[in-house]
Structures are given as C-alpha cells and as structure tokens.
C-alpha cells in the first residue's frame, strides 16, 4: 500500500511524496524509483520523495477578469452583486471620502439620516450638556458674588435665591431652559450678570428645543416605512402579450390609503464597453414601461402588471431565451408617489437579476369579484404559471415573421392549418372542374347520337 504525501516547499511549489506502509523502522531511505523498476518489478519497500515542482503563477486581478468566460464559469459559478437589494436598499458604500466637513454644513440632513440609537443618543446628550453648562455658570455667578459664603445670612440678596451649591445650581438651569418654574429658586433684580444669562439660556433653550424636536419629527414622519407596505413581485416574466414579446412584473399596495401621483420607472443596469474602448461600469439604460403611452403613471389601487415592450429600441432586443442565463446585468425598479396621509413623497424600490427573469410564464390574477366589492388575493401576488412561449428573442421574431408575413402571435401549428386549407381548396376546385369536363363529355355524346 502507497502512502502519498504533499508538501509545500512555497506558496507555489508543491512537493509529491510516495511512503511505503510496508517500510520497517531499520531501513533507510533508498533512491527515488522510476517506472522502469517497477515494470523490473523490483520491491516497493522503499521510501520516495520525489519532489515535482507545480508553480501556479500570480495573474493580476484584470488578467484574470480578462480570462474566457467558460473557463471560469466551469470551474465556479459567478455570483453577480447586486447594485440594488430586493428590499430596496442601494449596495454602495462610499470610501475614501476626506472632505467629511460636508457633512457638518448639513448638520440637519446628518442628524435626521443617522440611525435611530445615534439620534437618540444626540437628543439627551445635547439637553443634557446645555443643562450642565449654564448649570456650571449659574454657580460660578453664585461663587464670584460670594453667595455661597452667606447661605445663612438673611441681611444677604444673593443672585439666585436658594441656590447653595452646584447641585441647585444644576436644577435651576433645568428649571430655566424647560420654564417649568417650581418657584422655590428666583433669580434676584440686585444681579444684572444674571439677568443677562436668563435670557440667553431662555433664547438658546428655545433654539435647541426647535433643533432638536424638528430633526426628530422629521425623522419620525419619514416616508420610508410607507414604502415598506409597497410590494413588488419576487419575479419577472418573459411573455407573449398582444402579439408582442414583453418584459412584465407586478407591483402592488398594502395600505387602503392610497398612492397619490404614482408613477414607475425602470432601469437597467450592465456594464458595457464602448466603440473607443471605454469601459463604463454599470451603465444605467432606461427602460421603457409606458412613458410616452401614460402607462408609466398609475392609480395603484389593486395590483397591477407593469409591461415593457421588447421592441427596436429596448435593450433585450436581442436577448433569446438561452442567451438570458449567461447575461449579467440586473433591472432596477422604481415606484414614487405622494403619502396621501402626510404628502410627502415616498420612493420604493426593488430589483431583478437574470435568475429572477421567468422566460415563458404569467402571473396568477389576484382581484375577484365579490358581492359588491372587488377582493385582492395576496397569496397569490406572486404566483406564476407556465405558458406558450417562443424562445427566439425578439428580433429573430421580427424577422421571421417579416418573412412570412404573418404576426407574431401566429404559431406552426396555425400555418399548418393554413397549409390544410390551402390544399383543401385546391382539391375541391380539382372537382369541380372535373365535373365540368364530365357533363360537356355527356352532352357531346347525346348530340352525336341525336
């Protein structure tokens, strides 16, 4: 029994080792056997180390992007990113970004796009500081005048009455910026410095309210949770409709409270390379889905099939069912709206890849007839069903049946038909004029015999 070993003599050296099992403890290490002891038959109790060299060279990382394309699905499947997540979410990130005082000029836009535990976090921290700060004010006024000293003495006006220490002073800020004005600490007419800070604490106390209360309520009416009861189909389909190949998904609302100016909008996203060379990374190419029909423009009160025409100038013109899979390219959807609640503008958004593009399928209908109303089945939002489908693309369509000079809806089995009818024809004007050379046969006879 053989016993082969590998061992790394560098990171692209690769040592083969063959041991035999049958080798004692006492023996040495013999020489390397070749093939032509073994065809001898010589003993196989030997130990080998025969080190054979297998250098993988370093590509560098366009290299390997510019290796054939089957080489590298063969060996493992590409998984195509992204731009967009199925939730909505843009998967972008931004680097290397140094002038970050940008965001300090928006400070409002900072604050209202920060996650909620952060703006929180600002909220008490900002009350909490501007507290503390006229706090330490307050007793620095109280420890300057020497009210501190004559706590007891009633013959003393101080600034603030009954402030005896930082603690007080603390309160008495609190009660200042809040007005809440318990009453037992006043702040006296015999200190002008105070008087000067009570109203620059009441000021800055009203601005920071409005700041802070406007940043969260902004944050609290945005509209994104509005778009998260807009729902779109978890897939796309690739269907015959009206004669024409067309690209469709289905977009729908949750809510009774309804979309106001509702309109869609596609695009898609692939890379593409231009006639001078130039590689422009996730070109964006708008899709056509009803903008100069008004289609693009919706009353989204139930579900709806929104559809794309594969035509001339749509970009899955040449795109057949088998060359779908191999493209890499991904369709960004798009519904704006107004919140009729609030009237502020809401955007949802969603995506497709080439493995979520059913070619030759339909969506399940969803809206029923009741007894007086119209009912939305939900279950079946995202159902699909098989149909007759051809898989040519739209081009290969367009062409044939320019050829032929039939639409395209028409089938083989609708010429074939034709074909039938066509010879059927023939045959029934084949008797007819058979019978009419029959009957001048038997009256050329009859006047022969007259």
């Not at 009570?198 to 009416?221: D, R, T």
């Amino acid at each position: 029994m053989l016993v082969i070993s590998l061992k790394a003599l560098s990171p692209n050296t690769i040592t083969l080792g063959v041991r035999s099992s049958t080798q004692t403890a006492g023996q040495g290490t013999m020489p390397p056997i070749t093939d032509t002891n073994v065809l001898e038959g010589d003993s196989m109790d030997q130990d080998v180390e025969s080190p054979v060299a297998i250098h993988q060279p370093k590509l560098p990382k366009q290299a390997r992007d510019d290796l054939p394309r089957h080489v590298s699905r063969d060996r493992t499947k590409r998984k195509i990113q992204r731009y967009v997540r199925k939730d909505g979410k843009c998967n972008v990130h931004h680097g290397n970004v140094r002038e970050t005082y940008r965001y300090l000029t928006d400070i409002f836009t900072t604050l209202v796009d920060l996650k909620w535990r952060f703006n929180l976090l600002i909220f008490v921290m900002v009350y909490t500081v501007t507290w503390l700060f006229f706090g330490m004010i307050w007793w620095l006024i109280a420890y300057i005048r020497g009210d501190m000293d004559h706590i007891e003495d009633p013959s003393w006006t101080p600034c603030v009455t009954n402030l005896n220490g930082f603690v007080s002073a603390f309160l008495f800020s609190i009660e200042t910026e809040t007005t809440i004005g318990y009453g037992y600490r006043v702040i006296t007419d015999k200190c002008p410095e105070g008087i000067i800070l009570l109203l620059i604490q009441s000021v800055l106390g009203s601005i920071v309210n409005a700041f802070m209360v406007g940043c969260m309520f902004v944050k609290i009416s945005q509209p994104k949770k509005r778009a998260e009861t807009l729902v779109f189909s978890t897939h796309a389909v690739i269907s015959m409709r009206d004669g024409k190949l067309c690209l469709m998904f289905r977009v729908g609302d949750l809510r009774n409270s309804h979309i106001v100016e509702a309109s869609i909008r596609a695009k898609l996203i692939k890379s593409k390379q231009t006639s001078e060379g130039e590689f422009i990374p996730l070109n964006q190419t708008d899709i056509n889905v009803g903008y100069y029909t008004g289609d693009d423009r919706l009353f989204l009160v139930s579900p709806l099939i929104i559809s794309h025409e594969i035509n001339q100038q749509s970009p899955f013109w040449e795109i057949s069912k088998a060359q779908l899979p191999k493209e890499e390219l991904e369709i960004v959807v798009i519904l704006e709206g107004m919140v009729e609640a609030t009237g502020m503008t809401c955007q949802a958004r969603s995506s497709y890849i080439t493995s979520e593009i059913l070619w030759g399928y339909r969506f399940t209908p969803v809206l029923t007839l009741e007894d007086g109303f119209y009912e939305v089945d939900y279950n079946s939002f995202h159902e699909t069903y098989e149909t007759s489908t051809p898989s040519l693309s739209a081009k290969e369509l367009a062409e044939l049946a320019s050829r032929a000079e039939l639409p395209l809806s028409w089938s083989v089995s609708s010429k074939l038909n034709q074909h039938a009818e066509l010879e059927t024809e023939e045959e029934e004007k084949n008797l007819e004029e058979q019978t009419e050379r029959n009957g001048d046969v038997a009256n050329l006879e009859n006047e022969s015999k007259v």
